[in-house]
Each structure stands twice: as structure tokens, then as C-alpha cells.
């Protein structure tokens, strides 16, 4: 990696399982990068302070700002956004339950809520219903109102268990 | 709300930060964890020409809980430390600190150097007397390689102000010291925040210590939201010894109102402050004398 006064850095990040090289500024947000550079606009931006959650993407597993996060810093690492939730056989569990349950009305906030709640449950397969508010205390959403997203969140958790 | 240009450094080692940081002084900033840095930078209310990106530092990021207390380094994320769970009030404040997805990157220490007078682990650090321990390079002698030096400053002289530290520039901090609890001790943090994960409006973490009879024999508090920097206040006197069931409790609450200068804001009056910084109080100290007893 070069460096020298907001030069550009040659970076690999493992997006959705694929290898990806690309120069960005080292100011460049993750954000950004995945929108601009790579084309993959799934991945929302609201209020690029932390707040939103909109651009909500995994890093190595773990939900993560990409608007707090630099393109610079995440290189040599995985990252997962909406467009690789879903399998070979089509939706993942949490996509199919946000449908099924009604849990987006414009969708703006759904690719952040959606990678929040794939991790979630990764790491609690039958989550309470405070665990589930919790969990998701760090997304916003202008529209639905919440009680639909809380029930996705627990038909997903069936999906799950079911399919697994 | 981009970052303003810089240059990124991403050293390998803690010689190599710590040479790049001395050569930018007070130009340069430390980037951790990121999740107050960036929003800094987005907004432009930040705007360093050297930004020196710890994250490579993998020793860094080290939780060792021993006989007197916890060090935790520089890259420890809340999460992580939530997670390990090497101090009880470490670990109620960690769960009052913003939403989960913003802990997966935020650091302990970052939130320490911050300083934000809003943010719970100042406050933890400042009850508990805890320090901070900062690196800085020190040139070596003609023809020796460059050596790092370091000082540990307690949390009483680490918050100088409002978002601001006893870190110079060039200065690392490397790792922050919780000490452990005495015996018989319990501990609780108490807050209220306008939404869940917000900053709070004001906030209180207890300390404490019962006797062999279940007498209070020490309790202080550490407040956040009224003051510049967290306040510490003992409020073992205002206790009288006396186990919680009959401690005058306005008089605590009085001890600790007295010592709070509280600012109002567009979502908190300084009186309000004020009143709700008292109710806290009592309430976290009843929390730990309870968990105290066991
Ligand atoms: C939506 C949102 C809500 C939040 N809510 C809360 C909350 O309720 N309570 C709370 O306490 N915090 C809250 N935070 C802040 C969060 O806890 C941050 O993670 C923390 O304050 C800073 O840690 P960081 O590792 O992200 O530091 P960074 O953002 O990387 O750095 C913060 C500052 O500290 C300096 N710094 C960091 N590490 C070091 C070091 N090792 N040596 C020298 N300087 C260093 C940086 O140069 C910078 O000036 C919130 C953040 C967001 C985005
Ligand atoms: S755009 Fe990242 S949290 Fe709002
Ligand atoms: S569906 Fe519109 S913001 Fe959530």
C-alpha cells in the first residue's frame, strides 16, 4: 500500500465472496466504495454520521458503519452487503420473513436491517423479544413503524430453524 | 459530509506509529475504532493532515484481567470487552454505550482520549481512579534505534475538559488500567437518554463497599452529562454508614447536586439536569448496595 498526501491506495476487500481491487483515496468512506467504485448501491446511505444505520454492512461477520468506516481499512478483509445475503436457492431466511411480514414499505432502511438481523441471529438463533429491540435499536425506519420488523425478525427465526 | 484530504498512514508496529505521530505533532490524529473520528471528519469539524490508522496493531488489542484490575488495549472494542466481561461495571456502562453494530468497531480507550463529557467510560475510569497509559517515541542515543517511552496518568488528571485529554500530540494512548473491586463491593450504572443508544441527558455509576453488618463503609459516584469532565463524588459521609435501607437518601442526593454545574441544551434544561443527576444517584447507589450484599 503507497501513501503520500491523499494519494490513492490499491486495496483488495472480499466482497460477497468475491476478490475485489480497486484504488480509492484514503478518505474514501466503505461506503462510498461499495456504491461508487464497485457499483453495488444496495448498500444505503442516510445520515453518514452513525445514526441511521442504513449502511449497515457485515465486516468479517460482524454488522458494521460503512459510513465509519474508511475504504483503506477494511482491505484484506470480508465484507457482506445485502446483494450477497442471498444463496444459490434464492433469498436468505431474513429476506424471505421481511417480505412475508410486510417489513418494508419504501425500503430505503430494509438493506441495513437486513444485514443487522442476519448477524443477529447468527449469534442468537432465538432471540427474546427485548433482545430482538435491542438488536436492532441502531437502525432507523421512517416508515413501517417497527411492529412488522419485529415479527420478521422472529420469522426468521423460524425459517431458520426449520430450514437448518 | 465526505472527510476532508489527509494523509493515511497505516504502520505495522507501535515504533513505526509512534515515529509517524511524532512526526506530525499536532497535525496529526489517531484513527481506532472510528465511530466518533469519522463523523468528525464527515462533518469537517476535524480535519488532520495525518490520519494514522491503529487498526493493523493487533497487539493492541489485548484484555488481561489480573488480581488488581483490568488493562485493556488500545484496539479492545466494546464489543469485545463486553463480551470477556472482565469487570462487572465495565460491562453495565458497555451496554449503555451506543447500539451493538457501533460497538463492533468502537474502542474502550478511544472513547477515553475522546472524552466526550456525555460518554459513560470517562466516568467508569474516573470512579474506579483508573489511568491511562501514553506512548510517545523517545530518539535514541547517537547510533541507538529509537526507543518508546511511557507515563501513566490517573483518570483525575487524564480529562482536562470537554472532549479533551491529557494526550499530547505525538502521543499514544496505548492502554487504559481499571482496578478491581474490594471485597463486598457491588456496582451500577444508572442513565437517562432522550432514545435507547443516544448519549445520555445525565447518567451515574455507583461504587459500593459494605461492611461485615451490611453498613455502607464506602460508596462513591461518577456522574456524566454536568460538568465538563466526569464529576466523582464520595458519598460515603452522606451514607452515615448505615445500611441502604435507612440511608437519608435526599442527602446523598444533595452531596451529589452540590458538586454537579450542569449546562441546558436543546434537549435537557440545566435544572432538569440537575434534578435528574440527584434521582440517579440515589438510584445507582441503592442498585450497588443491593448487588453489594449479593
Ligand atoms: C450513533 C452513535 C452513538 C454513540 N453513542 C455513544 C454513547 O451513548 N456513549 C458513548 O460513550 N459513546 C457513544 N458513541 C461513541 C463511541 O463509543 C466511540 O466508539 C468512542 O467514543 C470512540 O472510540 P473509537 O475507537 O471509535 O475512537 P475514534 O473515533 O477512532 O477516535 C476518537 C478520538 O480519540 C482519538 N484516539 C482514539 N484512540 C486513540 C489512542 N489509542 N491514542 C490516542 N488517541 C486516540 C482519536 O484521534 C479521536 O480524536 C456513539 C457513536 C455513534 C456513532
Ligand atoms: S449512513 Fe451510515 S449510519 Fe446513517
Ligand atoms: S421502509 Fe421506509 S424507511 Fe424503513
Not at chain 1, 465509519?68 to 457482506?80: N, R
Not at chain 2, 439536569?273 to 440515589?282: K, N, P, Q, T
Amino acid at each position: 500500500m503507497s501513501t503520500g498526501t491523499d494519494s490513492s491506495h490499491e486495496i483488495t476487500l472480499g466482497v460477497n465472496g468475491t476478490a475485489r481491487r480497486v484504488r480509492v483515496p484514503g478518505r474514501r468512506l466503505l461506503s462510498d466504495c461499495l456504491r461508487h467504485d464497485l457499483g453495488l448501491t444496495g448498500t444505503h446511505v442516510g445520515c453518514e454520521h452513525g445514526v441511521c444505520g442504513c449502511c449497515t454492512v457485515l465486516l468479517d461477520g460482524r454488522p458494521v458503519r460503512s459510513c465509519l468506516m474508511l475504504a483503506v481499512t477494511a482491505d484484506g478483509h470480508e465484507i457482506t452487503t445485502v446483494e450477497g445475503l442471498a444463496g444459490p436457492d434464492g433469498m436468505s431466511p431474513v429476506q424471505r420473513a421481511f417480505g412475508e411480514s410486510h417489513a418494508l414499505q419504501c425500503g430505503f432502511c430494509t438493506p441495513g436491517f437486513l444485514c443487522t438481523v442476519t448477524a443477529l441471529l447468527e449469534e442468537n438463533p432465538a432471540p427474546t423479544d427485548e433482545e430482538v429491540l435491542e438488536g436492532i435499536s441502531g437502525n432507523l425506519c421512517r416508515c413501517t413503524g417497527y411492529q412488522n420488523i419485529v415479527k420478521a425478525v422472529h420469522r426468521a427465526a423460524e425459517l431458520r430453524a426449520e430450514e437448518s | 459530509m465526505k472527510p476532508p484530504p489527509f494523509e493515511y498512514h497505516a504502520p505495522r508496529d507501535l515504533g513505526e506509529a509512534l515515529e509517524i505521530l511524532a512526526g506530525a505533532g499536532p497535525r496529526g490524529k489517531v484513527l481506532a475504532g472510528g465511530q466518533s473520528l469519522i463523523p468528525m471528519l464527515n462533518m469537517r469539524i476535524a480535519a488532520p493532515d495525518h490520519l494514522v490508522d491503529i487498526n493493523r496493531l493487533g497487539a493492541l488489542s489485548s484484555i488481561d484481567a489480573g488480581p488488581g484490575g483490568v488493562t485493556v488495549g488500545a484496539l479492545a472494542r466494546h464489543a469485545e470487552v463486553e463480551r470477556a466481561a472482565p469487570h462487572p461495571l465495565m460491562v453495565q456502562a458497555l451496554r449503555l454505550v451506543a447500539h451493538p453494530v457501533i460497538r463492533n468497531r468502537g474502542t474502550v480507550v478511544g472513547s477515553l482520549v475522546h472524552a466526550d463529557p456525555a460518554a459513560e467510560l470517562p466516568a467508569v475510569l474516573a470512579v474506579l481512579d483508573g489511568s491511562v497509559r501514553l506512548a510517545r517515541r523517545a530518539p535514541g542515543a547517537s547510533g541507538l534505534p529509537d526507543g518508546v517511552v511511557t507515563r501513566d496518568v490517573p483518570a483525575g488528571a487524564f480529562f482536562t475538559g470537554p472532549m479533551e485529554s491529557a494526550a499530547e500530540p505525538g502521543e499514544l494512548a496505548v492502554s487504559a488500567f481499571f482496578p478491581a473491586l474490594p471485597p463486598r463491593t457491588g456496582t451500577a450504572f444508572r442513565e437517562i437518554a432522550r432514545r435507547h443508544g443516544d448519549y445520555a441527558l445525565a447518567g451515574v455509576c455507583a461504587v459500593v463497599t459494605l461492611d461485615e453488618d451490611l453498613h455502607i463503609s464506602a460508596a462513591r459516584v461518577g456522574c456524566v452529562g454536568v460538568g465538563p469532565v466526569p464529576v466523582v463524588v464520595d458519598v460515603t459521609e452522606a451514607c452515615e454508614r448505615r445500611p441502604a435501607a435507612t440511608v437519608p437518601w435526599q442527602r446523598v442526593a444533595g452531596a451529589v447536586r452540590e458538586r454537579a454545574e450542569p449546562d441546558g441544551d436543546v434537549h435537557a434544561s440545566a435544572a432538569y439536569r440537575l434534578h435528574l443527576i440527584g434521582v440517579l444517584a440515589e438510584q445507582a447507589v441503592k442498585d450497588a448496595a443491593r448487588e453489594a450484599a449479593g
